[in-house]
């Protein structure tokens, strides 16, 4: 099943910032989003992922297959680095944490408190928790900020099996992957003309 | 669902989670009520279910913007909300462990307190029947406030303007229940109306709560 998005256009604080955008993710592939800061990037994959209503247009195939992260990983600082992975795993109905672990390279680390870790290895363990969701399309904001070289190619690679086994990855990212499978997606041409916010949505 | 509970209770029991918060608050009420009134029995004995309610609200009332201010600054409530959990479950769970966190310990301490208070004895079974009835609705209507200010910076004051009212017929009645067990008369009729509260407030208010939450989370 393919992510489609029809028209989309999404608002931040009630203002559009983006409108007319159009695309189609194939399981297998990977679109990178590009576009300078304050461009809408992230309020679209917020809207992708269902945290936001669309302000026009349509987002179809997403919902229930949907594992997203944000700009903060959403770990505890007082649960260890297996405890988090545990967590998210229940949450998503799937028990093994071991491949992620590994393919992040965090085993040496798993019974660290993950407010000992440094921004790196958060940035790691907020990723490697995308493995254990089990879901199939995957939408990353600015999944390589505070990573070295080497963990950048490890998170290549996990995205790469990732499209290897069917799924896709929808990311917005400045630097290049290096991920042949992916595509990019400039948002620039669909910023939304400026104008006041047509309605007050704030209990729609 | 589970994995959230148990979560919850794991972190509120590791260092900085704020277990013993409210716990710490109602023993200080309570100790410092007889210093201020002075020592005279009678006065105390009066004035004890009042007290242990009063202590007990506002002990409540601490701990609740800790509810989901703490999900939201480390970004974990973004992804609780896109996990495949309802968000009326995420609430309840999110109660449920405010209640057992903070509620229960409270409910449990009462009777110890109110040695302090020259609690009558005909009064311990009432203010802990009382409690245990009351705050469970306490917890639902605090996570309520809280996901109502959940990204406001110091939103606090606003979550405790908000929730006060709010909380007026819980006390009402529950203070009502332990005063009239203290003094032996008949607690039927507040009985049944702070069940009936809490009952009430369990069934409706978590899709309130979700409703703000999904809002708040734009």
């Known amino acids: 099943m393919m992510l489609s998005v029809t028209d989309l256009a999404v608002s931040r604080g009630g203002v559009p910032v983006l409108e007319g955008v159009s695309f189609a993710l194939a399981p297998g592939r990977a679109l990178v989003l590009r576009g300078p800061n304050g461009s809408g990037k992230t309020t679209l994959l917020r809207t992708i992922a269902g945290l936001q209503p669309p302000y026009a247009g349509t987002v179809e195939g997403a919902g229930e297959r949907i594992a997203y992260a944000a700009h903060s990983d959403g770990l505890k600082a007082m649960l260890s680095v297996t405890e988090n992975l545990r967590f998210w795993a229940q949450v998503f109905g799937t028990t093994d944490i071991s491949a992620a672990l590994r393919d992040f390279d965090l085993e040496r680390l798993e019974d660290l408190l993950a407010g000992n870790l440094s921004a790196g290895q958060k940035r790691r363990l907020g990723l490697a928790r995308m493995m254990v969701t089990g879901r199939p399309v995957w939408v990353l904001d600015e999944p390589t900020v505070s990573l070295d070289t080497a963990s950048v190619a490890l998170f290549a690679q996990a995205v790469r099996r990732h499209l290897q086994g069917g799924g896709s990855a929808l990311m917005a990212t400045h630097i290049d992957l290096g991920i042949p499978e992916a595509e990019v997606f400039d948002v620039t041409p669909f910023k939304a003309s400026p104008r006041a916010a047509l309605q007050d949505e704030a209990f729609l | ?218």
């Open chain 2, 1 to 218: 669902m589970i994995a959230l509970l148990t979560r919850d209770l794991r972190l509120a029991v590791r260092a900085g989670g704020g277990f013993g918060l409210g716990l710490a608050f109602f023993l200080i009420v309570t100790v410092l009520v007889p210093f201020g009134v002075g020592p005279e029995t009678g006065l105390l004995s009066r004035i004890a279910p009042g007290v242990l309610w009063i202590g007990a609200l506002l002990a409540c009332l601490l701990s609740l913007d800790r509810i989901f201010a703490l999900d939201w600054e480390d970004g974990s409530l973004d992804l609780l909300a896109t996990a495949p959990l309802p968000m009326e479950g995420i609430v309840s769970i999110k109660a449920l462990a405010h209640w057992l966190t903070t509620g229960l310990p409270l409910v449990l301490a009462a009777p110890v307190l109110g040695v302090l208070l020259s609690l009558p004895l005909e009064g311990y079974l009432w203010v802990l029947v009382s409690l245990a009835a009351g705050t469970p609705a306490l917890s639902v209507i605090g996570t309520f406030g809280a996901a109502l200010t959940v990204g406001l910076k110091r939103g606090g004051l606003l979550l405790s303007l908000l929730v006060l009212p709010l909380y007026v017929p819980t006390l009402i009645f529950g203070a009502e229940v332990a005063r009239r067990g203290a003094e032996g008369l008949a607690v039927q009729t507040p009985l049944l109306m702070l069940a009936g509260i809490s009952a009430g407030v369990i069934a409706l208010l978590p899709f309130a709560s979700a409703a703000v939450l999904r809002i708040n989370l734009r």
